[in-house]
């Protein structure tokens, strides 16, 4: 029941943060994923941020083509390997992720309004610790 009730939040979370964020400032969810992840990781390569957010190689080109024809991320060469590109965050990309990560601030904190400050630590640190479980096992 447990998680039956975290995907229930889950979902309600999501479709809010999707919401806002189609209104300001302008992306998807998934942009938003990536854009986080391009920021707290720095330029990987396409096939390693798809990795990082668990989607198919195929969803990874369609979602990077709409962030490239959006200016948000820029193809560089890999400086270890010239054969290879990375994708990385543009300046407008690093403004688009300091807007977004506003949003979706303000929802989870509307979101976990019902708990106390200890409350949400030890949600953060039981959840955090089922998550790196889930991820040790495969």
């Given at each position: 029941?447990?998680?039956?009730?975290?995907?229930?939040?889950?979902?309600?979370?999501?479709?809010e943060?999707?919401?806002?964020?189609?209104?300001?400032?302008?992306?998807?969810?998934?942009?938003?994923?990536?854009?986080?992840?391009?920021?707290?990781?720095?330029?990987?390569?396409?096939?390693?941020?798809?990795?990082?957010?668990?989607?198919?190689?195929?969803?990874?080109?369609?979602?990077?083509?709409?962030?490239?024809?959006?200016?948000?991320?820029?193809?560089?060469?890999?400086?270890?390997?010239?054969?290879?590109?990375?994708?990385?965050?543009?300046?407008?990309?690093?403004?688009?992720?300091?807007?977004?990560?506003?949003?979706?601030?303000?929802?989870?904190?509307s979101?976990?309004?019902?708990?106390?400050?200890?409350?949400?630590?030890?949600?953060?640190?039981?959840?955090?610790?089922?998550?790196?479980?889930?991820?040790?096992?495969?």
């Open positions: 029941m447990t998680t039956f009730v975290l995907h229930k939040v889950g979902v309600a979370g999501r479709r943060i999707a919401e806002r964020l189609a209104i300001r400032p302008g992306i998807t969810v998934w942009q938003f994923a990536a854009l986080a992840e391009l920021a707290d990781q720095g330029p990987m390569a396409q096939n390693t941020l798809a990795g990082g957010l668990g989607l198919d190689p195929s969803d990874t080109v369609r979602l990077m083509d709409e962030l490239l024809a959006d200016g948000l991320v820029s193809r560089e060469r890999d400086p270890d390997d010239r054969r290879r590109y990375r994708i990385a965050l543009t300046s407008l990309g690093r403004r688009t992720f300091t807007t977004a990560r506003g949003v979706v601030t303000k929802v989870e904190n979101t976990l309004a019902p708990l106390t400050p200890n409350e949400r630590a030890q949600l953060l640190k039981l959840a955090g610790k089922v998550h790196a479980a889930l991820n040790s096992s495969k």
